[in-house]
């Protein structure tokens, strides 16, 4: 068995969906397994860094250097997934949220949050599905801000954590 999390892990990941029928040659992974209908994944688009960790020591919500997906969708919901191990320097508050075309989704501490304390790393891992969109194009942003000062590591590399962005369109349509 492979590590987990490692390239052949993932390999093998995918190879288990694809014998079990549920991802199809082209892509689609059918989560009720009837190969079509509802719950089905129609596309996923993913940005990941691992090279040189993210920082930010603003008190108000700004994006996050390269975790910005654009993708045109249909009437339907998307499913949004961060995946991130943070740090904070000082005992205060990490904040992240997700913008969708210009509108932040969470509240004053965003959707997912966590105290932070020196030098301890947090697993800030989160999703979100949105409500029905419009058949457009939208724009996904992750956005990170600190309560009420710091700084604010965001974990891109190959050793602790890869910074993860990952929108996925879904068939769900209400």
Excluded at 52 to 70: E, K, P, R, W
Excluded at 156 to 173: G, H, K, Q
Aim: hydrophobic residues 40%; proline residues 2%.
């Amino acid at each position: 068995m492979p590590a987990r999390g490692t390239a052949t892990d993932r390999q093998t990941a995918v190879g288990r969906l694809l014998a079990s029928g549920r991802l199809t040659a082209s892509g689609r992974l059918n989560v009720d397994g009837s190969g079509g209908g509802g719950g089905d994944f129609v596309q996923a688009q993913t940005v990941q860094v691992t090279a040189g960790n993210l920082t930010t020591t603003s008190a108000t919500f700004g994006d996050v250097a390269g975790m910005s997906i654009t993708m045109a969708t249909a009437a339907a919901r998307c499913l949004v997934v961060v995946i991130c191990i943070g740090h904070m320097n000082g005992a205060t508050d990490m904040c992240l949220d997700i913008d969708i075309d210009g509108a932040r989704q969470g509240q004053d501490y965003g959707l997912c949050f966590c105290t932070g304390a020196n030098t301890v790393n947090q697993n800030l891992c989160f999703s979100r599905l949105t409500g029905v969109l419009t058949a457009a194009s939208h724009t996904f942003k992750l956005q990170a801000r600190v309560q009420p000062s710091g700084t604010f590591t965001l974990f891109a590399s190959t050793t602790i954590s890869p910074l993860i962005f990952t929108v996925i369109e879904t068939s769900l349509t209400a």
